[in-house]
């Protein structure tokens, strides 16, 4: 019903910059949160950077001061601006969106995109 299109990732040499971006399309009434997920080769996926509907951002203390998510609800998309890039930032990134629905909130996930950070 809701689908997620992620672009953006790549091969970038550490101190590098990338954006990502996450179009949501479907039937959709209203997007609540949306989010950036990762995961590392043999970690856990984690929460990277969140933003509310009404604009509050909270990031991983990790990528505080270096990543800013943003989003564009006339376009239903969330980008994610992640500057000084390190080896530690490899991996596979996903957006998330929860969507409104009366029978309930629900979230969807992209596919994910790769990001490798090496030189």
């Known amino acids: 019903q809701v689908q997620l299109v992620e672009s953006g990732g790549g091969l970038v040499q550490p101190g590098g910059s990338l954006r990502l971006s996450c179009v949501a399309s479907g039937s959709i009434f209203t997007i609540n949160a949306m989010a950036w997920y990762r995961q590392a080769p043999g970690k856990e996926r984690e929460l990277v950077a969140r933003i509310t509907g009404g604009g509050t951002t909270n990031y991983a203390d990790s990528v505080k001061g270096r990543f800013t998510i943003s989003r564009d609800n006339a376009k239903n998309t969330v980008y994610l601006a992640m500057n000084s890039l390190n080896s530690e930032d490899t991996g596979v990134y996903y957006c998330?969106?929860?969507?409104?629905?009366?029978?309930?909130?629900?979230?969807?996930w992209g596919q994910g995109t790769q990001v490798t950070v090496s030189s």
């Open positions: 998330t969106v929860n969507v409104f629905r009366f029978q309930g909130n629900r979230d969807y």
